[in-house]
């Protein structure tokens, strides 16, 4: 398994952009699939972004599409999530998780390698 530690979560106003990373430890980083998730006050945790070891395949949930960019290099074993033209209801704790795979999955409990998460709060 690999340990990961998310950073750069914070305050930022409506229309804002934020990044997020997550840093991964071990050497086969490349084998692992990643996912951004996210837990808003009284949500569920819900999928965000997901991208292969290889970077080859990503997908994003409807919400953030073409808003977010996934992203990782592996020759720095991390990950990313540009966050653009935020809005109020990305509000959350934002959680990065790893599992190896082959391709990725949409379902967190496929995970099983987590960060200890990043709140980031957007105002409007």
């Known amino acids: 398994q690999v340990q990961l530690v998310e950073s750069g979560g914070g305050l930022v106003q409506a229309g804002d952009s934020l990044s997020l990373s997550c840093a991964a430890s071990?050497?086969?980083?490349?084998?692992?699939?990643m996912g951004w998730f996210r837990q808003g006050p009284g949500k569920e945790r819900e999928f965000v972004a997901a991208?292969?070891?290889?970077?080859?395949?990503?997908d994003y949930s409807d919400a953030v599409k073409g808003r977010f960019t996934i992203s990782r290099d592996n020759g720095e074993n991390t990950g990313y999530l540009q966050m653009n033209s935020l809005k109020p209801e990305d509000t959350a704790v934002y959680y990065c998780?790893?599992?190896?795979?082959?391709?990725?999955?949409?379902?967190?409990?496929?995970?099983?390698?987590w960060g200890q998460g990043t709140q980031v709060t957007v105002s409007s």
């Open positions: 998780a790893a599992v190896e795979a082959i391709g990725f999955y949409y379902s967190d409990k496929l995970y099983d390698c």
């Open positions: 991208i292969s070891g290889s970077g080859g395949k990503l």
């Open positions: 071990g050497r086969t980083f490349r084998r692992y699939a």
